[in-house]
């Protein structure tokens, strides 16, 4: 009975705003819109800061710019008085290898942490795991370059006997173990998106634990894993303080491991504080700037349109 | 239809005893006090509703349980003359076994590695001896003509009925004794279905198979024996034409067969 006297009077109301622009009808069209503004407020900001550190070395660019002497000359002298010289290859250089070398720590860590919790790990122990994997992973990267400018740069000295520990050794390590847990947590997320089913069948004909990994899971995952390597090279070439405080910091090209290096990033934050603005070494930070920026922004590119080849299914 | 089973020859020795079987997961009983004997090449039907225990039973027979927590299995298996459980190499065990699921797994590997994979896993690297496995065990699973021509594009890509072709012909790549298909036609056609139930009355000569189904009719046309599992217990086990011809002994089995619940 009170059943029927609601749905009367619902029916009595529907009937008479049969067709008026409600309360809910504006309230969809005002999150609508405020929903795109966030959604494509990413793309502004990409393009504002294109724009704007665009401008700020366009000037550079236009007039000072040599590609011959950028890309291929070691000699980063931007303050010198009668001649100052904008090399920038010590210094991609340096952002390579110690990018190289990072990888070479990070990769077999993350790859390894990311097998182990996606595959082995069970209950509490992987739970546990997972939140101190993410816990390394929130670590101010200042705090790393004090590990490497405090501990590994002694230790470096009396393990290889050498003057100086901080260089690419160094700085390769910290960024490596800085990288790793980024890389694990995107790995262990790609491991995690293989259906059970996959291994549950692989297991059912007799393979071992390893097989399973090996042949099934890792072939199935192997998009998730070259995206979760790529985005720790993107890290890598885009890590800033950490790098400063334990690479050495001095322009170089280097010939081994435990050669100082300097890095893209932290000539520019060395560097851009002492410069006038709208100077030529201003403007030269600046298409340092652009140079990273498009580098990372391929990078990271790769990346997506790899992540987007597993969810299409296409390996 | 219904007079094939006559014409088979079972040899009557058992290749599965099942001892007091109970199965639990957690503290919820799954299956209890099953004792059954699955004879060599024969087509031995599981029957029931859902929630009664049967996929927990083809489970504990391939040891999956060992991988499945919270999964217990107590009693015995006997299988070819040797408890399940006193296997010392699980793995080896499983390759002796072939295990179709009901929903089709083409693993994301191409069609000839899907096939290839289990006996690569036994160690057969020859590209010839592995080509000539691979095109026996996909006619035999009624496949190899539609896919002859792109067995290196992903058998994750097939259709749903073809990849539980492509399943049962990995299943049988392993050369297995036994082959345990749950409820295989879930995902699969009519027509697919029939097809594959054609494969499996061919290959019942070379080993033994465990088929369990929703499908009543199913395993009327095609075991020689059917057990009836209602709530996890083993109600019956018979002759299938007598628990199709009404000369089933437990009345509930009766009932089920003729629709009447379940």
């Known amino acids: 009975m009170i059943m029927n006297n609601i749905t009367s009077a619902d029916n009595n109301r529907r009937r008479a705003s049969a067709d008026r622009r409600n309360m809910d009808w504006y309230l ?20 504002g800061i294109f724009v704007f550190i665009t401008s700020q070395g366009i000037g550079f660019l236009l007039d000072r710019f040599d590609i011959a002497e950028f890309f291929g000359s070691p000699l980063w002298r931007p303050t010198s008085e009668e001649h100052p010289t904008y090399g920038a290859l010590a210094l991609i250089v340096g952002t390579a290898s ?18 182990y919790i996606a595959e082995f790990a069970q209950g509490k122990v992987r739970e546990t795991l997972k939140v101190l994997v ?27 006997n050498i003057p100086v520990g901080l260089n690419i050794l160094n700085a390769g390590i910290i960024l490596g173990l800085m990288a790793a847990p980024i890389m694990a947590t995107i790995a262990e997320d790609a491991l995690k998106a293989v259906p059970d089913t996959y291994r549950e069948a692989a297991e059912a004909m007799g393979a071992t634990r390893w097989q399973v990994i090996s042949r099934v899971t890792l072939p199935s995952a192997k998009n998730g894993l070259m995206a979760a390597v790529l985005l720790g090279v993107g890290r890598g070439f885009g890590e800033t303080m950490a790098v400063l405080m334990a690479s050495g910091h001095s322009v170089n090209l280097p010939t081994s491991p435990f050669d100082s290096v300097r890095a893209l990033t932290a000539t520019i934050a060395a560097e851009l504080g002492e410069t006038a603005q709208g100077s030529e070494h201003y403007q030269a930070l600046f298409t340092l700037g652009i140079f990273l920026f498009i580098v990372t922004f391929i990078i990271n590119l790769t990346a997506d349109i790899v992540v987007r080849g597993i969810r299409k299914g296409n390996i | 239809m219904v007079d094939h ?45 859902a929630n009664s225990g049967k996929t927990s ?38 390759q002796r076994i072939g295990v179709v699921f009901p929903l089709p797994v083409g693993l994301p590997l191409s ?29 035999r699973a009624a496949l190899w003509d539609e896919v002859k021509d792109r067995l290196h594009s992903l058998g994750s ?14 299943a049988l790549s392993q050369e297995p004794e036994l082959l345990l298909l749950d409820e295989f036609s879930i995902a699969v056609d009519p027509v697919t279905t029939m097809r594959i139930e054609d494969v499996l009355k061919e290959l019942r000569h070379e080993l033994t198979i465990v088929l369990v189904t929703n499908l009543v009719q199913q395993a009327r046309r095609l075991a ?28 509930r089995t009766m009932d089920y067969v003729e629709g009447r619940f379940g």
């Open chain 2, 224 to 251: 020689d024996r059917t057990a009836f599992f209602l709530k996890g217990e083993c109600v019956e086990i018979n002759e299938t034409e007598k628990i199709f011809t009404r000369q089933a002994k437990d009345p």
């Open chain 1, 134 to 160: 993410e816990l390394l992973a929130a670590i101010p990267s200042v705090v790393w370059g004090f590990i490497g400018l405090s501990i590994m740069n002694p230790f470096i000295i009396k393990l290889f």
């Open chain 2, 111 to 139: 069609v000839f590695d899907n096939v290839a994979l289990s006996p690569r896993l036994r160690g057969i690297r020859n590209q010839a001896d592995l080509q000539v496995i691979v095109e026996r065990c996909l006619r």
């Open chain 2, 57 to 94: 039973l083809l489970r504990a027979l391939n040891r999956m349980d060992d991988m499945t927590a919270g999964m217990k299995v107590t009693g015995d298996i006997i299988f070819s003359g040797k408890r399940l459980q006193a296997w010392k190499n699980l793995y080896a065990l499983r």
């Open chain 1, 28 to 47: 969809d069209l005002l999150v609508r819109f405020l929903v795109f503004i966030g959604g494509i407020s990413a793309i502004i900001f990409i393009l």
């Open chain 2, 157 to 170: 890509l097939l259709s749903g009925g073809q990849q539980q072709r492509l399943t049962i012909a990995r």
């Open chain 1, 98 to 115: 110690i990018t190289g070398f990072a990888m070479l720590v990070s990769v077999p860590f993350s790859l390894g942490a990311a097998i």
């Open chain 2, 5 to 49: 089973a006559q014409n088979r020859q079972t040899t009557g020795v058992p290749k599965i005893i099942v001892k007091d079987l109970m199965i639990l997961y957690g503290n919820k009983t799954i299956l209890r006090d099953v004792n059954l004997e699955i004879k060599e090449n024969e087509i031995f039907g599981i029957i029931g509703p």
